[in-house]
């Protein structure tokens, strides 16, 4: 039987909650069962990716625990009911001098819904450069989104005052409720854990972002044509998902998420994500491509579940 990884626990919540459900439950050889948090609709993509990750970590540790996750990409094939457990199977694809690959399969009733490959590296030095990080104010400069989910008069708002596990602090105005419409296809924000995690080491720090990142994604490609989370009628859904990790961090500290939206066609939309510690160092980099459906003028019979990661319904 493989060996589920700890993950550190803390009494806070919402965090706590976040942290419970990452620790996996040993199932067999390199087989694993995952609970879910509650969500208003569909579990949610990012925990999943976060899950996922942690199962195909866990069969690298036996190998190498020096190797830590440089990259991995994913997709979204069903949605997951929230109020069941299901079930991360991992396939050892490889293991090289320097790297290692898993492919982890996450299934619920016996039908998958999420796919991921990922590789891990050792430590190594090589030639170094990075991306100069954009001129923002401060987090402490700018309002939480906790304060908008409060004076929300919308059952979402209480839910998220209750549920978020991460501080959010948006340079731009936030989209939770109405956007302005002008076009603009970037957008950069802060996010921190709301309770100090002990004991949070770089993998930890690698998979909480994977689990955090898929909130704000597509944030970008809402904001460029005036849409909110709660446009009515609108569906957005979460189809595929990549990460790279560049360098080590710290994720107790407050990153900068430089976000942008390339392109949206065909009912799809795609997100790219910069983040930045606020010292200015590069640490990460995310892409993901989603389902963005709008209703025909007057039709509002849409069902978005107002997660922000609503799977498509299967044919």
């Known amino acids: 039987m493989t060996t589920a990884l700890n993950v550190p ?5 919402p965090l706590a909650s976040v942290l419970r459900v990452l620790q996996l439950t040993s199932a067999g050889e390199d087989q694993f ?19 996922a990750l942690l199962a195909a970590a866990a069969t690298v540790a036996d190998v190498s625990p020096e190797r830590l996750p440089h990259s991995f990409h994913a997709y979204f094939l069903r949605g997951g009911d929230p109020q069941k457990s299901f079930q991360l199977k991992v396939h050892r694809s490889h293991d090289g001098r320097s790297f290692s690959s898993r492919q982890v399969n996450a299934t619920q009733g016996g039908k998958d819904i999420l796919t991921l490959l990922a590789s891990f590296q050792l430590p190594q030095s090589g030639v170094e450069h990075d991306r100069q990080m954009p001129q923002v104010p401060a987090p402490e400069e700018l309002r939480s989104a906790l304060e908008y989910f409060r004076e929300m008069d919308h059952p979402v708002g209480k839910f998220l005052g ?8 948006h340079v731009q105005e936030t989209l939770y409720v109405r956007a302005r419409g002008d076009g603009d296809r970037r957008q ?41 989370w709660i446009t009515p009628g609108m569906a957005l859904a979460s189809l595929d998902h990549a990460m790279w990790f560049y360098r080590d961090f710290d994720i107790n500290d407050w990153l900068l998420y430089d976000q942008e939206s390339p392109s949206a066609q065909g009912a799809r939309a795609l997100g790219h994500t910069r983040v930045f510690t606020a010292d200015g160092i590069l640490v990460a980099e995310a ?15 849409g069902s978005s579940s107002w997660t922000f990661d609503a799977v498509p319904p299967q044919s």
């Open 9 to 13: 626990q803390l009494s806070q919540e």
């Open 33 to 51: 069962e995952a609970d879910c948090l509650p969500q208003m609709g569909r579990v949610y993509g990012g925990q999943v990716l976060a899950q």
């Open 162 to 169: 209750k549920t978020v596990a991460f501080g959010v602090r």
């Open 188 to 228: 950069q924000l802060w996010m921190r854990p709301r309770a100090h995690i002990d004991g949070a080491n770089q993998l930890l720090g690698r998979v909480l972002l994977a689990y955090v990142i898929d909130q704000v994604m597509m944030e970008p490609a809402l904001r460029a044509h005036g849409l909110s």
């Open 287 to 301: 892409m993901q491509e989603a389902m963005l459906r709008l209703p025909q003028e007057g039709d509002h019979s």
